[in-house]
């Protein structure tokens, strides 16, 4: 996969920056956790504290349990994994952990340290036989990009997961970087069997905006001008097919070049499009 853009560094490390990676992060996992423990509970950092579930005695007895695990550890750090999947007879348990590459190394040490803290220490204090695993749950596809709030009119700003897997990170470590594109800047896109015209980016800018897409429109409005202007999603195709979906994402948004609070919308809209284009 190549993720268009150049990397955003200072973005990567800012505080807004990683809220936005690890909430995106968080969110995507717990859909994946709940689909597959029906009934179950993720939390986030310390949601556990003062948290029970008389109704459901497993989950309830291990929640109870995570009060040890979150007392102080070294340098004065809470035992906190950014997502925590509990399902509901408390039976598995699973830690997610969203991290910069440049703190990966930090990242597997204290995630080896957390199971091993609740396999062998919370588990036997509380009489507990609760499986805990590092998740192996990853983004894919469109997940793998999440669009930022801008700091210029001039560069669209997105979290990339790849890194997660170009760097081969340790099971349940989802590595993420920010990166940031010129609006209308095609100049970084790989070679493709079929280019997208000038003149047809022209027209998905202006349509775009001239459409009052909503949430709800995204998928109308990009089947209706995809259907217009095949060419468009043929060059989709084919950039999916060298670069990922992610990237595919991203020049779509850089091309339509939304107005400032406006980018995750314009990424519904171009998820939607790349949509078609993969069952061309």
């Known amino acids: ?6 990397k955003d560094t200072e973005s990567t490390k800012e505080q807004w920056g990683y809220q936005t990676a690890q909430q995106r992060a968080y969110d995507l996992f717990r859909t994946s956790f709940l689909s597959r423990f029906p009934g179950g509970e993720v939390l986030k950092e310390l949601e556990y504290r003062n948290t029970g579930y008389p109704s459901k005695p497993g989950l309830h007895k291990v929640l109870i349990a995570l009060e040890d695990f979150r007392r102080w550890s070294k340098n004065n750090d809470y035992r906190k994994p950014d997502g925590l999947g509990i399902s509901a007879d408390g039976s598995v348990g699973e830690l997610l952990e969203v991290t910069t590459v440049g703190n990966r190394s930090s990242a597997e040490k204290q995630s080896i340290h957390k199971l091993d803290h609740l396999t062998h220490t919370v588990n036997r204090i509380h009489d507990l036989s609760t499986y805990w695993t590092s998740t192996r749950w990853q983004p894919t596809g469109a997940e793998l990009f999440y669009p930022l709030p801008p700091k210029s009119n001039e560069l ?14 340790l099971q349940g470590i989802i590595l993420y970087e920010v990166h940031a594109i010129k609006k209308g800047d095609t100049k970084r896109l790989p ?22 897409i909503k949430e709800q429109t995204t998928a109308i409005w990009a089947k209706q001008f995809g259907s217009e202007h095949p060419v468009l999603l043929q060059a989709l195709r084919g950039l999916i097919l ?6 595919a994402i991203a020049l779509v948004v850089a091309i339509i070049s939304p107005i400032p609070g406006d980018e995750v919308l314009a990424a519904q809209a ?9 069952n061309l």
Do not use: N
């Open 1 to 6: 996969m190549v993720c268009l853009g150049g």
């Open 156 to 169: 669209v700003r997105y979290v990339c997961y790849h890194p997660t897997f170009r760097d081969h990170a």
């Open 191 to 212: 070679i493709v069997p079929v280019a997208i015209p000038e003149a047809v980016q022209e027209k998905m800018k202006k349509s775009y905006k001239q459409g009052e």
């Open 270 to 278: 171009a998820a939607s499009l790349i949509a078609l284009a993969q």
């Open 242 to 247: 060298v670069a990922g979906i992610a990237a």
